[in-house]
């Protein structure tokens, strides 16, 4: 399975920016998918995830009320609407993904995730 990450740019605090996750080798819909992000100096960690069906989605705490991930079926993207930018959101924005056999589940840890895209900037200024 191959992501391709894009959207990220450069965004005042307060904005809104749309990151996308297109899949190829296989559908979405065999894969959870979860978005991570690195700032400089510290660890990957994790912001958001879909299941398989879509059904179920988990979010790290200081991204709820903000983000909303969502999948599009029929582009074979995963997509991170990111709204109400925060200067502490500025990371490199990583997509990643595996096979799950079950259907909602979602993954928390880069542990637990095979698949990954080669990470898109997102710069929020304050």
């Known amino acids: 399975v191959q992501l391709q990450a894009y959207g990220g740019g450069l965004v005042q605090a307060g904005g809104s920016l749309r990151l996308s996750c297109a899949a190829s080798?296989?559908?979405?819909?065999?894969?959870?998918t979860g978005w991570f992000r690195q700032a400089p100096g510290k660890e990957r960690e994790f912001v958001a995830a879909?299941?398989?069906?879509?059904?179920?989605?988990r979010y790290t705490d200081s991204v709820k009320g903000r983000f909303t991930i969502s999948r599009n079926k029929a582009k074979n993207t995963i997509t991170l609407q990111m709204n109400s930018l925060k200067s502490e959101d500025t990371a490199v924005y990583y997509c990643?993904?595996?096979?799950?056999?079950?259907?909602?589940?979602?993954?928390?840890?880069?542990?637990?995730?095979?698949?990954w895209g080669q990470g898109t900037l997102v710069t929020v200024s304050s």
């Open positions: 879909i299941s398989r069906d879509g059904y179920v989605t």
């Open positions: 080798g296989s559908t979405v819909t065999m894969q959870t």
């Open positions: 990643a993904s595996n096979y799950a056999r079950l259907m909602n589940i979602v993954r928390e840890s880069p542990d637990e995730y095979q698949n």
